[in-house]
């Protein structure tokens, strides 16, 4: 065999069907649309639509939201990672980090991270970094003599506008305003010097 006589196997490669070119080819007039009308139009996606009433889909109520900012980490408790210490698949005599989580098999790999949970008994002093604990865990792990490095920044209050300088500010230009009563006074010195000053004239 010679590489000018390599062929497919029969029927390997199928050639696209023609559609529109003749009542003689079966597949004239519609091209295989069915009837003329909307849905046999390119272009068209009529998905839920039911005649013109109002869809199902729009019909049924909504409930709830989806956070799109939630993480899920992936959940550590303090019984796990003692029965790991405890049958040798981690070393407590070094930092603990989440790689080395992740390769012992006790936690799942999670974009967001690892989160420890307070639930069982810690009872060896250990040394870990984590991309969350709750504040009973960190408690727990510094009793023992522990120390617990958390990778997540925490959350930083956004400054509203509506905030105590903007208030002080407003106080202070009502201070220094001048009040209802003095402007009154103000208005009469200014009629009775304009009355003097034409008394004069005259």
């Known amino acids: 065999m010679r590489l000018n006589e390599l062929r497919d196997n029969p029927n390997a490669r199928k050639s696209r069907t023609r559609v529109g070119r003749g009542i003689g080819s079966g597949k004239g007039k519609t091209a295989g649309r069915g009837h003329k009308g909307q849905k046999s139009r390119s272009g068209v996606a009529i998905k839920g639509f039911e005649g013109g009433q109002m869809p199902i889909h729009m019909r049924l109520p909504k409930r709830g939201f989806n956070n799109f900012t939630r993480k899920d980490f992936a959940e550590l408790t303090l019984g796990n990672l003692q029965n790991a210490i405890t049958k040798g698949l981690i070393d407590k005599n070094n930092p603990i980090t989440e790689v080395e989580l992740n390769a012992a098999g006790i936690v799942k790999k999670s974009k967001a991270g690892i989160k420890l949970l307070n ?84």
Not at 143 to 168: A, Q
Request: aromatic letters at 0%; a negative charge.
């Open 119 to 202: 639930k069982g008994d810690l009872k060896d002093k250990i040394e870990i970094s984590l991309s969350k604990a709750t504040k009973s865990c960190v408690k727990v792990i510094e009793e023992l003599g522990g120390k617990v490095s958390i990778l997540e920044l925490p959350k930083v209050k956004r400054i509203r506008k509506k905030d105590g300088t903007h208030e002080e500010e407003k106080e202070i230009k009502a201070e220094s305003a001048p009040s209802s009563q003095d402007s009154e006074e103000i208005k009469n010195k200014e009629v009775a010097e304009s009355s003097t000053q034409e008394t004069a004239d005259k």
